[in-house]
């Protein structure tokens, strides 16, 4: 599935007033909640719900604070599919710009610390980035009590407090989520689901040898543009069990099905990418058409069995 945009604000009346974690008397969620709320709407948009005042009393039964500040990768020990992958202090250097933009790119948002002020020092504030735009981030800050994703809301317009983007933020945290991934969705761009368009010519799985995912594969069945299982950046498309792509190697019938064997395929509407052939059984059929249930985002692949 895509990330949605879920806005929640630390200043709601439903929890604001609440203590967070195990700080002091006065830190309280609408007072240094930032980084707990950004939490909640990254793991709300990628299909966990959860408001901060849930997670705030998940994350303590986890122990998952020290103080007031949230343990970053106590998260998965409340969502096991949502694991910390990277967490980059950065305010005597230049953010990673590059390994941020990727992520976007894989579906996957950052959370990052900006300045919320110009005066010496850092002022320190959370804040979930979404979607790259020029020199730019849209973000969802937690600390207006504005519950509005139609509207774009820059990170530079308000945190530049004079630097450059690569200098505006000063820590970042990244988090995959498994069965998260594709385009996100953003202010200009529909939200809602609109029926699919009649393929042009081409994009149609042609007749010819193929082959299907195995109905054990529940999981569903990620193809990827290159053979690297090591994150979920080059996933162009996931597939459910008993979906039928083209073969489009000479050799592909004899891949399918052999462990540790991978075989390039197109899928209905048009995508090629490489799949794990062990997942795969032959179809000599032409293709169906698609499967009217979406197909999941890139999703958590189970481990390679051993060769026979």
């Not at 604001?16 to 195990?22: A, H, V």
């Not at 894989?106 to 979404?130: C, E, K, L, M, N």
């Not at 530079?156 to 998260?180: C, D, F, P, W």
């Not at 010819?208 to 162009?236: E, F, H, Q, Y």
């Amino acid at each position: 599935m895509s990330f949605k945009l879920v806005y929640l604000s630390q200043q709601d009346p439903q929890w604001k007033n609440d203590l967070l974690g195990f700080g002091d008397p006065g830190d309280t969620i609408g007072y240094v909640g930032c980084a707990l709320t950004s939490t909640a709407m990254l793991l709300s948009g990628h299909g966990y719900p959860e408001t901060p005042k849930t997670l705030n009393e998940k994350l303590k039964n986890a122990g998952g604070f020290v103080s007031s500040a949230i343990a970053w990768s106590a998260v998965s020990k409340i969502h096991p599919n949502v694991t910390l992958k990277a967490f980059i202090p950065c305010s005597t250097s230049d953010a990673p710009l590059a390994q941020i933009d990727a992520a976007l790119a894989a579906g996957q948002p950052a959370i990052v610390q900006v300045d919320t002020s110009p005066a010496p020092g850092i002022q320190t504030h959370w804040v979930v980035i979404y979607a790259r735009k020029g020199d730019d981030y849209l973000m969802l800050d937690p600390w207006p009590y504005q519950p509005d994703i139609t509207k774009e809301d820059y990170l530079m317009k308000r945190y530049a407090q004079g630097n450059t983007l690569k200098r505006a933020i000063s820590h970042v945290i990244l988090y995959e989520a498994y069965g998260s991934g594709g385009p996100i969705s953003t202010p200009s761009t529909p939200t809602t689901t609109t029926p699919p368009s009649t393929p042009t010519t081409g994009t149609t799985t042609p007749g010819g040898p193929s082959a299907r995912v195995k109905a054990d594969v529940t999981w569903g069945l990620n193809i990827r543009s290159s053979i690297d299982t090591s994150s979920m950046a080059n996933v162009v498309a996931s597939v459910p069990a008993g979906t039928q792509l083209l073969l489009l190697e000479a050799d592909g019938p004899s891949k399918v099905g052999a462990v540790n064997q991978w075989v390039r395929v197109r899928t209905q509407d048009g995508k090629e990418g490489f799949a794990a052939a062990w997942y795969l059984e032959k179809v000599e059929a032409p293709a169906p058409a698609q499967p009217t249930a979406p197909a999941p985002g890139p999703v958590k692949e189970a481990p390679v069995p051993a060769p026979p």
